[in-house]
């Protein structure tokens, strides 16, 4: 893409203190490093505050300025603090070369939120986050109602302690999280998805979210880079390995396939922590499925790149997504683009952003009777599915996020 010189260009300084990025990294990272292959061929110039390793010595085609911020002690609060208190300092130095036009948190961790909000309020610069879930729901996601209710500093504070937790810790994330939310009535906020600004406005209608279409992409020419193998799987997993992703609702629902389809075999890729690994296979012990479930990469590391998710994806005939939290699911577009049908729970995130889409198929949440029978009944027809899923994928370019990103900050900065 050329650039086009008669428009302004636009300097963002972008808070991003990430954990090691590599392998299969999240969604919201994944946007942000798309995102800054394009900017400044759309005149959008990025300053990184960063944690490393920084993302452009990790991949190719990012080009921007990077301010390092020290990752040490990371496994303690002094640790967490220290570093966060240090990118308000680098990034209100930064700001003081008079070039920096908006601040940007690229995920809703409170890590970046709260210090893009710092930086914004001392040095009067507009700021905004790009909200890709809402903060609560990953504490409270079995129990949408209880969230919404859950946005007091006290909610927060039982919640943690009726999880187990400690009680200094306990006070500690309940007043950062607390802090977000008040945080994010500061400014307008950016989602990939209307599903984030509805259930904004359950938890606090003071909150103002923006949403803009199209809201993700699908990296297709790199996609197309990939080379297949054949089909060694009947399904593939993808995701972290945790309980509110949906690992172990897969094993659940891949026990009653293989009861109707005795050789049926499932991949999961994902990267966990050991307690995460250990419950994982107890559990395919348990359910006898040692045959019927493989594990392609290793489980505390989870796949090296992309590329290597995206051909064993290709491997496959078809995606399971069993998430309970989620606003685009970068991976159900990763799969139609690879021309895999998906079957997933049926949440608004889901029927926003494939709800239209004839290779999608969306059964209740938690019921999985009907997700095995789903998965058997468009097992037969995945190659007829999987062109319709390509097609489908086509139109989500990222060149067109870019340039709808874009004018998001424009509409901030004015």
């Not at 240090?86 to 601040?103: C, E, F, N, S, W």
Request: charged share 25%; hydrophobic share 45%; with cysteine.
């Amino acid at each position: 893409m050329q650039t086009n010189s008669s428009e302004e260009r636009l300097k963002v300084l972008v808070v991003a203190l990430h954990i090691e990025p590599k392998g299969y990294i999240g969604g919201g990272w994944v946007r942000l490093i798309e995102l800054l292959r394009r900017a400044k061929s759309n005149n959008v110039d990025s300053v990184l505050l960063e944690t490393t390793p920084t993302f452009n010595s990790i991949f190719n085609g990012l080009n921007y300025e990077v301010i390092t911020v020290p990752y040490f002690l990371n496994r303690f609060f002094i640790g967490r603090i220290i570093r966060c208190i240090l990118a308000v300092i680098y990034g209100i130095q930064r700001v003081k070369r008079k070039d920096i036009k908006l601040v940007l948190s690229p995920v809703e961790l409170p890590e970046c939120v709260l210090q893009a909000y710092i930086i914004s309020r001392i040095t009067k610069i507009p700021w905004t986050a790009e909200l890709h879930l809402i903060p609560l729901y990953s504490c409270f996601w079995k129990n949408e109602e209880r969230a919404i209710r859950a946005s007091s500093l006290s909610s927060l504070f039982h919640e943690n302690r009726k999880r187990g937790n400690k009680f200094f810790p306990s006070i500690f994330s309940s007043l950062i999280l607390w802090l977000t939310f008040r945080s994010f009535r500061k400014g307008v906020m950016l989602a990939p998805s209307k599903s984030v600004i509805e259930d904004m406005q359950n938890v606090d209608k003071n909150i103002v979210v923006k949403s803009f279409f199209p809201g993700n992409g699908i990296a297709l020419e790199r996609i197309d880079d990939v080379k297949c193998r054949g089909k060694l799987y009947d399904a593939i997993y993808v995701g972290v390995l945790t309980d509110k992703k949906g690992v172990f609702d897969a094993i659940y629902v891949w026990r009653l396939v293989v009861k109707k389809k005795q050789d049926a075999v499932l991949a999961i890729i994902g990267r966990g922590n050991i307690n995460e690994i250990v419950k994982i296979k107890s559990l395919i012990e348990k359910f006898e499925l040692g045959k019927n479930i493989r594990f392609p990469f290793d489980l505390k590391t989870g796949a090296p790149t992309l590329e290597d998710v995206w051909e064993h994806m290709e491997m496959s005939k078809m995606l399971i997504h069993l998430s309970v939290s989620d606003t685009w699911p970068q991976v159900i577009g990763e799969a139609l683009a690879c021309g895999l049908p998906v079957v997933t729970y049926d949440l608004r995130p889901q029927r926003y952003a494939f709800g239209d889409c004839p290779a999608v198929f969306r059964v209740p949440v938690k019921n999985f009777e009907a997700f095995a029978s789903k998965i058997l009944e468009i097992l037969p027809y995945f190659k007829e599915y999987g062109e319709k899923a390509r097609d489908f994928a086509k139109k989500y370019t990222w060149d067109a996020v870019m340039r709808a990103e874009k004018q998001a900050y424009l509409e901030i900065t004015e």
